[in-house]
């Protein structure tokens, strides 16, 4: 049971769990802010929209093709 | 650092297992990537709340027992960096690839369309919501309106009901008469049966496409046109997609033609350019058994093992046949291309409006004008919709092909310089 901290906040989630998943049982799902404002979830799925786009451990990646590891840091408001 | 493949193989879904697996035979050194923690591709996506079929796992189990195929997941091709050279980049690290024949599997993505609300939290793809909850998005005793066209549609209806969620609806926007015409040709084809149970689900709607997402900041309720009445349906997640359309860009970018906005091959699954070679979606929707063997016709052609491609072509052809039989049953009907409003985003990645695009006339002026395609998804979402919508042919990719760090970039200068 991988532990990530969600912006800041502690959760523990099955193994193979994607970031993705992570954003929606740990806080409300989303992933980003938009140029214009809008708060964002991830939209694709599969890499494809770039809408899941979250802040790992310093590093710009997708929620939706990262699984979580233990002691990972994810933000979505950076 | 550059790594050396005889073969290389982008993208390791049905079509690119299979490749592999029947190039692997040879000996030839085999170099498999997919920017997916896991083999799969979309149809076989492994998680904690996915099940995947014996044919999946056998694969798989196949690909690790081959000393002589490589793979490397969550890895990403950033750019072509000289002739047979790709950049590559995974989360630690950036390096290139020498090629001396490569295979495109890069598969399909979904055609999401722009229509009011649909950048609202709680809005997804239709195979987007399913390749999600395989992952672990929780959906139990979630409400969700599945909309859009296709089979897609009932095989995401029933991962999220098999996780504990109520379909409300699951709105079809082809005829009644179109999908029946489908349901009809499917016993050519057994073990795609399952599919024509929509016509029994007694929440599977035909002739019904979604006209706004309602909410303010989430999702709180849709509307539909169902029958030419409108319904409207409070529910917490709405899964729309209109289909699915190859993933051409790398193999544009690489020099092979693209023929009915897929990739172009002959009957060995070559591309118009020597030594590249094209399986799967890529060249046109079609399904996983018909992914599965062109990837194997593939894999055999680019070890010029060209009896036991050939062997292959009758496999082919009954497959091929299934995918028009579907292609047409879902066609897209016109009345879709009127969702979006004024103030609806097309461009989720600059939120460009539909209101500051429909003036223009092709896609380098609203580009220009607007930045639409210019954000990170490099128009992979906005640009197909438009193509939909207005006809506008998107330009061929340049790399970066998806946003890469700094350090991965520096990768090309050392090729350069050194």
């Not at chain 2, 979006?340 to 003036?359: F, H, N, P």
């Amino acid at each position: 049971m991988p532990d990530v901290f969600l912006d800041g906040r502690l959760l523990s989630v099955a193994e193979g769990t994607t970031v993705a998943a992570a954003l929606a049982l740990g806080a409300d799902g989303c992933s980003r802010t938009s140029v214009s404002g809008q708060r964002r979830a991830p939209l694709c799925g599969m890499g494809i929209c770039q809408e899941c786009r979250v802040m790992i451990d310093g590093r710009r990646r997708l929620a939706c093709q990262t699984l979580c590891r233990d002691g990972m840091y994810v933000d979505t408001r950076p | 650092m550059t790594e050396f493949a005889d073969l290389l193989i982008i993208g390791a879904g049905p079509a690119g297992m299979a490749a592999a697996l029947a190039a692997a035979s040879s000996g030839t050194r085999i170099v498999l990537l997919d920017d997916n923690p896991n083999p799969g591709g979309q149809i076989w996506r492994d998680g904690p709340q996915a099940h995947l079929p014996v044919e999946a796992r056998r694969m798989r189990e196949r690909l690790r027992a081959c000393p002589n195929v490589r793979c490397h997941a969550n890895t990403r091709v950033i750019a072509n960096a000289a002739d047979k050279i790709l950049l590559v980049e995974n989360a630690e690290q950036g390096w290139l690839i020498a090629y001396d024949r490569l295979i495109l599997c890069t598969g399909a993505r979904e055609l999401l369309l722009p229509f009011p609300g649909w950048t609202l939290p709680g809005v997804t793809g239709a195979g987007g919501l399913q390749a999600l909850v395989k992952g672990g998005l929780p959906v139990r005793n979630e409400r969700l309106v599945i909309a859009g066209s296709g089979p897609l549609l009932l095989a995401s209806a029933a991962t999220a009901r098999h996780h504990g969620a109520q379909v409300l609806r699951i709105a079809e926007q082809a005829s009644r008469a179109a999908v029946a015409g489908f349901a009809a040709q499917l016993p050519r084809w057994p073990g795609k049966l399952w599919q024509s149970f929509g016509l029994l689900d007694a929440h599977y709607r035909t002739d019904s496409h979604v006209l706004e997402a309602l909410g303010r900041d989430k999702l709180e309720g849709v509307r539909l046109l169902q029958h030419g009445k409108t319904v409207e349906l409070a529910c917490d997640r709405l899964a729309c997609g209109f289909g699915l359309i190859p993933n051409t860009q790398l193999g544009q970018a690489l020099g092979c033609a693209v023929k009915n906005q897929a990739l172009a091959v002959d009957a060995w699954q070559a591309t118009t350019r020597r030594d590249h070679y094209a399986a799967g979606e890529c060249t046109g929707f079609g399904g996983s058994e018909l992914a599965l063997v062109e990837g194997a016709i593939a894999g055999h052609a680019a070890v010029d093992d060209t009896v036991a491609a050939e062997r292959l072509w009758p496999r082919r052809a009954r497959w091929q046949g299934f995918a028009r039989v579907l292609n047409k049953a879902f066609a897209l009907d016109t009345r879709l291309k009127g969702l979006a409003r004024g103030d609806t985003l097309v461009c989720r990645c600059e939120d460009v409006a539909y209101g500051e695009l429909s003036s223009h006339t092709d896609w380098r002026e609203a580009k220009l004008a607007s930045r639409c395609g210019m954000g990170a998804c490099q128009g992979r979402v906005c640009g197909a919709a438009l193509e939909h919508l207005f006809g506008w042919t998107p330009p061929a990719p340049r790399p970066p092909f998806s946003p890469a760090r700094v350090e991965t970039l520096l990768s090309l200068d050392v090729k350069a310089s050194g």
